[in-house]
């Protein structure tokens, strides 16, 4: 969604969603009045993104004059404003160098299915069963890497002004931290299954009889109880 930019960081954290669908559906003939199918579909997405707010990513393109600072310096430091002020923030370095949000998204839906004809009983008679599970959830791991830059702008008689990172050492770019990856309560799961006896007839070309006999039970768990 965003262009590649490389700051030797080793993460890229620009806007980014990919999905991966798939499906697919089985009929298994076990006998010449029995049919199994087993119907399987699903998606697993990620989608990567910096964590900062809406304001310093996009209110900064529309406020900052074009000579105000220099996005990014050669050296690799990143310029900023003489003031304070979201507005005016540098979005290339919240693009690119302040962390890293991923949100992981896993969906599985199985749905298994039972037909048998029940003519040998009685003709028109059929047995139905079905069950269905669903489940999904949402994982995510973040980068911390927040005000861990050189940052660096020109006076108005051209003279270098720098501001160093929020450590111990300065002058010292330390190493992101990886979180751990967090599931939480984004999860779900939906059980379903019914059974179904069906009687569909005709008698003298004439005459239609039908029934139908159906049981159905449903469960949905969510978050810590799942």
């Known amino acids: 969604m965003t262009k590649d930019f490389d700051t030797g960081k080793g993460y890229n954290s620009k806007l980014s969603y990919k999905r991966l669908n798939y499906r697919?559906?089985?009929?298994?003939y076990l006998t010449r009045s029995t049919r199994f199918s087993v119907n399987l579909s699903g998606s697993y997405s990620k989608r990567t993104g910096?964590?900062?707010?809406?304001?310093?990513?996009?209110?900064?393109?529309?406020?900052?004059a074009p000579d105000l600072?220099?996005?990014?310096?050669?050296?690799?430091?990143?310029?900023f404003a003489p003031v304070t002020d979201q507005g005016l923030s540098n979005s290339l370095y919240y693009y690119t160098?302040?962390?890293m949000?991923?949100?992981?998204?896993?969906?599985?839906?199985?749905?298994?299915?039972?037909?048998?004809?029940?003519?040998?009983?009685t003709k028109g008679l059929v047995f139905n069963g079905r069950f269905t599970m669903d489940n999904n959830m949402t994982g995510t791991?973040?980068?911390?890497?927040?005000?861990?830059?050189?940052?660096?702008?020109?006076t108005l008689d051209g003279v270098e002004?720098?501001?160093?990172?929020?450590?111990?050492?300065h002058y010292v770019i330390e190493p992101w931290i990886l979180g751990n990856f967090d599931v939480g309560g984004n999860k779900n799961r939906r059980l379903e299954y019914q059974m179904t006896l069906n009687y569909n007839r005709t008698f003298a070309s004439n005459h239609n009889v039908?029934?139908?006999?159906?049981?159905?039970?449903?469960?949905?768990?969510?978050?810590?109880n799942f």
């Open 24 to 28: 697919s559906n089985l009929d298994f």
């Open 50 to 64: 910096s964590p900062a707010d809406d304001i310093r990513l996009y209110l900064s393109l529309y406020n900052i």
């Open 210 to 224: 039908s029934g139908l006999l159906l049981f159905k039970r449903q469960k949905y768990t969510a978050g810590s």
């Open 97 to 99: 160098s302040a962390g």
């Open 69 to 79: 600072y220099y996005p990014r310096y050669s050296d690799g430091s990143y310029g």
């Open 161 to 169: 002004e720098f501001r160093y990172p929020d450590n111990t050492y």
């Open 141 to 154: 791991q973040n980068i911390k890497d927040d005000n861990n830059i050189v940052q660096k702008r020109y």
């Open 101 to 121: 949000n991923t949100v992981h998204g896993f969906r599985l839906n199985t749905d298994f299915a039972l037909e048998q004809k029940l003519d040998f009983i």
